[in-house]
Structures are given as structure tokens and as C-alpha cells.
């Protein structure tokens, strides 16, 4: 038969005259002697707090019996000197003081893992649509650039036209160019906060003085800081431009896939933030402009469709391009584009700018009617974005026709 082992005091232990069971035999109490030797020289084990009003004493483990709980070790509140193996648990302490609750949690020490989560929060909010804030800290001429899957219209927009166009319109501008042959319309998209403007080198090509007009309806007056006539691309930066200049953020051209939506705005005969809508038609068109600004101008003038000459397929759309030209990778959209929109934006629908609108082909009125038609029949091209990216400095730097 197993024999089962009791604690002292685990069971009712009567009065001082006999056992609560009588069945088994009375133990004597152990006297109590009221003059204890002094404490030991050794210092007391700390006690161990398990909870509110429950301590634990390492010791021998001998439970009290009718003195309020406390171990039967020769001095209250220490254990037996030498004891060892097993431990007290008292629910006072002695003196009649509260027991201490449980110490308090070591405050954890910031290491990487703060600092990483700080970091990370500080990147969430530079991220997407916030890169305006990016650009203040670090220079009026840093450029917002990203992946088409960075999406910069509000989430309750997200791949709509009219939320690509909220977005984007405010960043794209009219420009107005006078020369001695006249004068043509374009657009422009802003880059920078400090006034900087994209747009085609032959929106701007021999001009003598360069207005240009925000999506707010001021207008502005421009210099010419660099032009490319081989990729019919020119930077231009508003003289005094004002403060808060909403900036567009320029795109990844190589994730773009034919049949993916864009938006494209500018404006056309002179109708200002004029958003149109398409597809991406083809990749890698070869598109031939020419890069002679007198043939150019004359043709733009004359030609009677308000458009610059271009080639493609080995034919020529809107007029003569002349001896001088050069061929680049276009982007192809059925989005309607009309004379006014080279310069602008081709969006894509997170509101990132994919491509400068650069040259659309113009069906030719009926040879009856004395007019001519420059009605867009969706066939249009549109610069790369990571071209004009890859071209920034050399346009900062005045450009590789200076």
C-alpha cells in the first residue's frame, strides 16, 4: 500500500489536547523556547514574491501549525540554517506588513528593432502620394520618382480617370512659345517644387519668349534651362515660381504592357487640363522627328494641322520632316491626342506619369473642303518615361544640342 505524504497543517489539527482524528496518534508540539539564539552571520535568503499577498522562502518546508502560517524554523521569517530542498509559502509577512507585489518590469532597452520600426514608419509615410513632402526636405529640384505599382491617387479613386485626373491635373501646365515664325501650344508637366518643366523640345524649338500657365489658371514666364532635340525633349523652370507647386511623379515605362489603361492630359487648341482616355497600344514604336526647328516651325505653321512632322512606318504624318531627324522608342495609345497635348502626360492609372505625349497622327479632311481636319483617330506616341529620366542631367546641364 503507497503511503501518502501530508505537510504539516494540511489537515485540521484539533485542539491542544488530542488529534482532530482519532484514529491516529497525537504528536507532541514542539516546545518553545522564548530566549532565541541571535540571528546567523549569514545573511537570509531573499524571499521569492509569486503573487498579491502570497511569498515564497526558500527553506526546509516545514508548515506551521496554529501561528499564523509561519515556517517552524527557529526565527520567524528565515529559514533553518542548512535547509534545503524544498520551500515555504506564507501568505504574510511578518511585523503585520503588506507583502510586496511583484516587481516591477525592466523597462526594455531600444536596440535596431526600434530603431527599424521608426524607420520603417517614417518610410510608410514617404511612400506613395507623399513624396511632395520628400522633395521639400531634400532640395526644390529633387524628382518624385517610382514604380508604376506606387499609386498616388486616393485609395477611394484608386484606377479611376477621374481620380487619375484629380491627381495629375494640377501638375500638368499649358505652355505658349512665340518666335519669329509665330506662335504654337504645348504642355508641360512639373517636376520639381523650384519651377522645373518637361515637355517636347519642338513645343519650345527657336521660341523668343515662353508663357506658361498653371492648372489654377496663373500664368508664368519660362527660360529654356536645356534642350535634346534627338529625343524631342526640352526642360524649361518658371522664372519666380511660386510656392506650392503640386509636382507629378514620374513612373516606371518599362513595367508598362499593352493593354494597360491610361489617362492622358493636356491641352489641346488651347483647352487647358483637357483628360482624355485609352489604352496602351503597342511597345517600341519608331517614331522620326525632326530636328530641324526652322522645317519644323514652317510645317507647323503651314502644314494646316497645327501638328509637328513625324514618320512612322516609313511614311510621313503632319508634313515634311526634312533632312534632319532622329528616331526614338515611343509608347503607342489609342488615347485621343490632339495639337496642344506634346508636352503632356500619359498616365498611368495609380496616377504615375509613363510617357511625354510627344506626336499624334491627324486624319486629312476630305480634299473637297478647303479646311483641313487634326481630329485624333487613336493613334498617338508618347516618350518614354524612363528616357526622359535617363536624360535629366544632360537637360540640367544645358542639354546636348547647347
Not at 49 to 76: C, I, L, Q, R
Not at 201 to 213: L, P, R, T
Request: hydrophobic share 30%.
Amino acid at each position: 500500500m503507497t503511503e501518502s505524504f501530508r505537510r504539516s497543517g494540511e489537515y485540521p489539527q484539533g485542539d491542544d489536547h488530542g488529534s482532530a482524528y482519532p484514529q491516529q496518534q497525537s504528536r507532541p508540539s514542539t516546545p518553545v523556547n522564548p530566549e532565541w539564539p541571535p540571528p546567523p552571520a549569514y545573511d537570509p535568503v531573499t524571499p521569492v514574491h509569486v503573487g498579491p499577498g502570497t511569498t515564497v522562502w526558500p527553506g526546509s518546508g516545514h508548515g506551521g501549525g496554529g501561528n499564523g502560517g509561519h515556517g517552524a524554523g527557529p526565527y520567524t521569517g528565515h529559514p533553518e540554517p542548512g535547509a534545503t530542498g524544498s520551500t515555504a509559502v506564507f501568505a504574510t509577512v511578518p511585523g503585520g506588513q503588506e507583502p510586496a507585489g511583484p516587481a516591477p518590469a525592466k523597462r526594455r532597452t531600444k536596440g535596431p528593432f526600434a530603431l527599424l520600426a521608426a524607420v520603417a514608419i517614417v518610410a510608410a509615410a514617404i511612400g506613395g502620394g507623399t513624396a511632395y513632402g520628400f522633395q521639400e526636405l531634400t532640395g526644390n529640384d529633387t524628382v518624385a520618382s517610382s514604380s508604376t505599382s506606387t499609386s498616388v491617387v486616393p485609395t477611394s479613386q484608386k484606377g479611376t480617370v477621374s481620380g487619375v485626373a484629380k491627381a495629375v491635373s494640377p501638375s500638368i501646365v499649358e505652355i505658349s512659345a512665340t518666335s519669329n515664325a509665330g506662335s504654337s501650344t504645348g504642355s508641360g508637366v512639373i517636376i520639381t517644387t523650384g519651377g522645373e518643366i518637361i515637355t517636347n523640345n519642338h513645343v519650345i524649338s527657336g521660341a523668343s519668349e515662353i508663357k506658361v500657365q498653371l492648372d489654377n489658371g496663373k500664368s508664368y514666364t519660362a527660360k529654356v534651362v536645356g534642350t535634346d532635340s534627338k529625343k524631342d525633349l526640352a526642360l524649361i523652370k518658371l522664372e519666380s515660381a511660386p510656392s506650392g507647386l503640386k509636382t507629378a511623379t514620374l513612373g516606371d515605362s518599362d513595367g508598362v504592357q499593352v493593354g494597360d489603361q491610361v489617362v492622358a492630359i493636356g491641352s489641346p487648341e488651347g483647352l487647358t487640363g483637357t483628360v482624355t482616355s485609352g489604352i496602351v497600344s503597342a511597345l517600341d514604336r519608331d517614331v522620326t522627328v525632326s530636328t530641324d526647328e526652322s522645317q519644323g516651325r514652317q510645317q507647323q505653321q503651314d502644314g494646316g494641322t497645327g501638328q509637328w512632322p513625324f514618320e512612322f512606318g516609313g511614311r510621313e504624318f503632319n508634313g515634311d520632316t526634312g533632312s534632319s531627324t532622329t528616331t526614338y522608342k515611343a509608347l503607342q495609345t489609342d488615347a485621343s491626342l490632339n495639337p496642344g497635348n506634346s508636352g503632356g502626360a500619359l498616365i498611368d492609372m495609380n496616377g504615375n506619369i509613363v510617357g511625354i505625349n510627344s506626336a499624334m497622327y491627324s486624319a486629312a479632311s476630305d480634299s473637297s473642303s478647303s479646311s483641313s481636319s487634326a481630329g485624333s483617330v487613336g493613334l498617338g506616341f508618347a516618350i518614354p518615361i524612363n528616357t526622359v529620366k535617363s536624360d535629366l542631367a544632360t537637360l540640367r546641364a544645358g542639354g546636348s544640342d547647347s
